[in-house]
């Protein structure tokens, strides 16, 4: 049975906890239940025949991007191009879970006051090295990673699927998608036929293939 890890661990993440701060931490804590439960075989093998990096790399893809956020917050410049491949968190999953909790530790301690606060983002744009700078604020760049590590970790349960891991029900399924109907449902209200959380992983599937590429 899954539950609110969120919650279970930090108690209710109210205010003056910022909505983007509490759903990045629900997410976190969400893999971390997901990546204790996988055998450490499983979360180091790289598929064969697929350009998906293994679950390892997911993971370490990640928490790459909250690490990055985090740390550009001082002086207000950010880039996510700037990650190192390979490391421990990839392959060992102790290692994968310690930095979860470091990375949930941080978030939740970011100042809500700074939601608002400009950062520079410097996005490359070419394998030669050509960059750009954006303007941006905390709070979008906590929405983009939240957003990342949605599509992730649908990657992730996809790939978990296929060993029979048993999964959180929104695991990888992006807020806007509807709840699973209620049985003898045969329709939404909008009249679409009903969906579960297998089936709207899989239709996110076009929005995560270049980001697979990425995780390598």
Do not use: K
């Not at 539950?3 to 976190?28: I, Q």
């Not at 979860?100 to 941080?106: L, Q, V």
């Not at 983009?144 to 891991?165: K, R």
């Not at 209200?189 to 959380?197: S, T, V």
Request: proline share 6%.
């Amino acid at each position: 049975m899954w539950t609110d890890s969120a919650t279970a661990l930090h108690g209710r993440l109210e205010s003056p906890v910022v909505a983007p701060v509490t759903a990045l931490v629900r997410l976190l804590d969400d893999l971390r239940d997901v990546i204790a439960r996988t055998p450490d075989d499983v979360f180091a093998c790289r598929p064969a025949g697929r350009p998906s990096g293994s679950i390892g790399a997911h993971v370490r893809h990640c928490l790459d991007h909250v690490s990055a956020l985090v740390a550009g917050i001082p002086d207000g410049r950010l880039s996510y191009d700037d990650r190192v491949r390979g490391t421990v968190a990839e392959t060992d999953r102790a290692a994968a879970l310690t930095r979860i909790r470091e990375m949930t530790r941080n978030v939740l301690d970011l100042d809500p006051r700074l939601m608002s606060r400009c950062i520079r983002l410097r996005v490359r744009l070419d394998a030669q090295g050509t960059s750009t700078e954006v303007q941006s604020t905390l709070a979008r760049e906590l929405a983009f990673v939240i957003s990342h590590t949605i599509h992730h970790n649908a990657t992730i349960a996809l790939l978990l699927s296929e060993v029979g891991t048993d999964l959180p029900s929104r695991f990888g399924v992006a807020p806007s998608t509807p709840l699973p109907s209620l049985p003898g449902d045969s329709a939404d209200a909008a009249g679409r036929p009903p969906r579960d959380a297998d089936s709207a992983r899989q239709s996110q599937r076009a929005f995560i293939t270049a980001q697979e590429l990425c995780a390598r």
